[in-house]
Nanobody
Framework: QVPLVESGGGLVQAGGSLRLSCAASGMIFGITTMGWYRQAPGKQRELVADITRGGSTNYAESVEGRFTISRDNTKNTLYLQMNSLKPEDTAVYYC??????????????WGQGTQVTVSS
């Protein structure tokens, strides 16, 4: 069973929108913070946004005002609404969830990544 399953990536023109989703499986317990990172070719993975279980959010300066992170705790699902996309947003986007395994050991789980490509 895969702990996190992402969907929603794709190809979009500059100025367009995409919505990413990340569903956590039942193998993760007590999920606290969830978030999105991205990695462009030749660059380090960077934080895009994260959100606590209570709904407090944190955004990278480069996406503030364009991206919105949200979550549905009843479905253990994370979302990222991306508007006004720019070519520099092109990257593989990874979701993460901080939670416990069956042995109640807390760790950070990662999704498999979804490609977002913004054409100019």
């Amino acid at each position: 069973q895969v702990p996190l399953v992402e969907s929603g990536g794709g190809l979009v023109q500059a100025g367009g929108s995409l919505r990413l989703s990340c569903a956590a499986s039942g193998m993760i317990f007590g999920i606290t913070t969830m978030g999105w990172y991205r990695q462009a070719p030749g660059k380090q993975r960077e934080l895009v946004a994260d959100i606590t279980r209570g709904g407090s959010t944190n955004y990278a300066e480069s996406v503030e005002g364009r991206f919105t992170i949200s979550r549905d705790n009843t479905k253990n699902t994370l979302y990222l609404q991306m508007n006004s996309l720019k070519p520099e947003d092109t990257a593989v986007y990874y979701c993460h969830a901080d939670g416990a395994n069956y042995a109640l050991e807390y760790q950070r789980y990662w999704g498999q990544g979804t490609q977002v490509t913004v054409s100019s």
